[in-house]
């Protein structure tokens, strides 16, 4: 009876990756091919072949050897329907399967993400600052940008776009000179240091045609001890030099009342921010956090999008006159934190990525953490010309700033210079709005809509910081500038929208699962042992890691295979996304 129960069984139990394996038992025997459990008559009068002390009883019905499949206790029990085979039973509930379950609204996005490589941005290596100003050239470049091509390995990082480093201007002397300097270059992190230098030096005092200014939030991610402060602490040096140490803000923020007091202050200002995830751990904690740290959030998302404008504040109870409303003309606030990943993305929650905050921030993430060390590093003596070039842009393009710059009042009207864009330019940002409109319409409920929504703005601010820094006095966005911008602002997005989906969750469930895809993902084709599984997932105890590999393999996202060993098969776990390629 029990042998024709799981064999009507069967015809349930569809999905490629969860079968059920019924071995010999004296004259009860059907031959099924397993992977999840071996079902053994418990009427039966021999012992199957590999049953031992290990094998549980579940109900008269039927017990599960588990041992046989290698993997000893712990090992995943099977899963069958109550419907037919009264008293089995898995230790953590059972239900039907035999239905797929409906796929994610991100799926397609995130498949989109994983397919782009950075062979799609190739054509911005040959584009030397300002040689792109033909329209066959920019219309080569924008075609190369939206080609698709699988990786080779879709589990490594997307390296940052080919010719990110040919920059040109102040902001490739200061890059170099961060990197001159360094024990352990990171000329990535050198980037994101440069550009929020330049975007508080720029501030209320270039725009483009679209309004968008130069306020950037950049996070450089790295290792400890990778090298992360020196960045910081040659660009606080180049500005106190230079007698620009003014736009320098505190080295931690701690209130949103401090945060509006400093762009009272001086409304074009730059925060440099150590160990910033573990900042951003109790700024976007708003269960725990006081009121007066999840405000600071708050005002960095507002404030992003208000450089255009005016801001009004905040209106307090208090008559205290440090208090008291006061506007400010278009603020300028730009924010670079470095930290590292760990601390990052365990920082973040699901609602920073629905509310749009963690979209105002550009990602880079260190292409070396641990370098080869330079020889000539040395003292941070930033050169004269270097010095000089720093000022004009503070000046806006003038030999000597301006009454209305020296006053820095936050009441005051800078009248900032408009920096106009090229036909060349304008396409090629006309092109990404078209590209990013189709695929936010296909991306809707999928909770990146916001990051995707911001590509454009971002890559507006970095074309403009890029053009100003070959040419303060008579900018110009050319379509070389563009292109990078774009090229940049897509690559953060796109790492962000990896990133998120690999570690941000709502709750620890999520969370624990999040990290066992990602572990399978690194194993590769290949895949790993469920010892190997069991061993790197110590922070699950039995019943969780059970329940965890039935989730993965009710989503499809899990193969679990029984491979023959040296003494007995083991069980192997493999991602389903790796098995579909081969």
């Known amino acids: 009876m029990a042998a024709a129960a799981i064999s009507g069984l069967m015809n349930r139990l569809q999905t490629p990756d969860i079968r059920v394996s019924l071995v010999k038992s004296g004259h009860h025997s059907r031959g099924f091919s397993g992977v999840a459990g071996n079902l053994v008559a418990t009427g039966a009068k021999h012992k199957p072949p590999g049953h031992s002390k290990g094998s549980r009883r579940r109900g008269p019905g039927l017990t599960l ?66 040689a792109a100003t033909s329209a066959q050239a920019a219309a080569s470049a924008s075609a190369a940008l939206w080609v698709d091509p699988p990786p080779a390995d879709a589990r490594a990082p997307v390296p940052i776009p080919a010719g990110w480093s040919h920059v040109g201007g ?12 360094a024990k352990r270059p990171q000329p990535v992190l050198a980037l994101g240091a440069s550009l929020c230098a330049l975007g508080a030096l720029m501030g209320r005092k270039y725009r483009t045609e679209t309004n968008a200014r130069s306020n950037l939030y950049i996070v450089g991610i790295a290792e400890s001890g990778a090298g992360k402060n020196h960045s910081r602490v040659v660009i606080n040096e180049v500005m106190r030099h230079a007698g620009l ?32 995830g573990m ?215 796109e790492q962000t929208i990896r990133e998120v989906s690999e570690r941000v969750s709502e709750n620890e469930t999520e969370s624990m699962h999040k990290r066992a895809l990602k572990l399978l993902r690194e194993a590769g084709s290949a895949g790993m042992s469920r010892t190997e599984f069991c061993r790197k997932t110590q922070f699950m105890d039995l019943r969780q890691r059970s329940a965890l590999l039935i989730a993965l393999q009710d989503s499809e996202q899990l193969v679990m295979e029984c491979r023959p060993g040296a003494r007995r098969p083991t069980v192997w776990l493999r991602y389903a996304g790796e098995a579909a390629e081969r």
């Not at 037919?84 to 239905?99: E, I, M, N, S, W």
């Not at 102040?170 to 300097?181: E, K, P, R, S, Y």
């Not at 736009?247 to 910033?276: C, H, T, V, W, Y």
Request: some cysteine.
């Open 245 to 276: 140490g003014m736009l320098l803000g505190g080295n931690k923020i701690a209130s949103g009342a401090g945060f509006l007091n400093a762009l009272q202050r001086q409304p074009s200002i730059l925060f440099q921010i150590d160990e910033f």
């Open 65 to 130: 050897a588990e041992p046989a499949l290698g993997g000893g206790r712990g090992a995943l029990p099977a899963r069958l329907p109550q419907s037919g085979l009264p008293g089995v039973a898995a230790d953590f509930g059972v239900h039907d399967v035999g239905r797929p379950p409906a796929p994610h609204p991100a799926r397609g996005l995130l498949e989109a993400v994983a397919k782009r490589s950075a062979a799609t941005v190739q054509t911005a290596a040959s584009i030397a600052p300002g």
């Open 170 to 181: 102040v902001l490739q002397a200061l890059m170099d000179f961060i990197a001159a300097t």
């Open 279 to 493: 900042f951003l751990a109790a700024a976007a904690d708003r269960r725990r956090s006081p009121r007066y740290l999840t405000e600071i959030l708050d005002l960095m998302t507002e404030l992003y999008t208000t450089a255009g404008s005016t801001y009004f504040g905040i209106e307090y109870a208090s008559s205290n006159a440090t208090l008291a409303h006061r506007p400010i003309n278009q603020p300028c606030a730009c924010v670079y934190g470095t930290t590292t990943p760990l601390h990052f993305w365990r920082a973040l929650q699901a609602t920073n990525v629905a509310d749009g905050s963690l979209a105002r921030f550009l990602i880079l993430r260190s292409a070396c953490d641990f370098p080869d060390p330079n020889p000539s590093f040395g003292l941070i003596e930033p050169p004269q010309r270097l010095l000089e070039a720093l000022r004009t842009m503070a000046y806006g393009g003038l030999e000597q700033p301006t009454m209305a710059q020296l006053a820095s009042a936050p009441e005051v009207d800078p009248q900032p210079r408009t920096v106009v864009a090229s036909a060349q330019a304008k396409a090629r940002f006309a092109a990404l709005e078209a590209e990013l409109l189709a695929q936010l319409r296909r991306s809707s409920g999928s909770g990146y809509t916001s990051i995707l929504a911001r590509i454009e703005e971002n890559a507006q601010k970095l074309a403009l910081i890029r053009a100003v820094s070959n040419d303060a006095r008579t900018p110009r966005i050319e379509a070389a500038d563009a292109l990078w911008g774009i090229d940049l602002a897509r690559h953060c997005a």
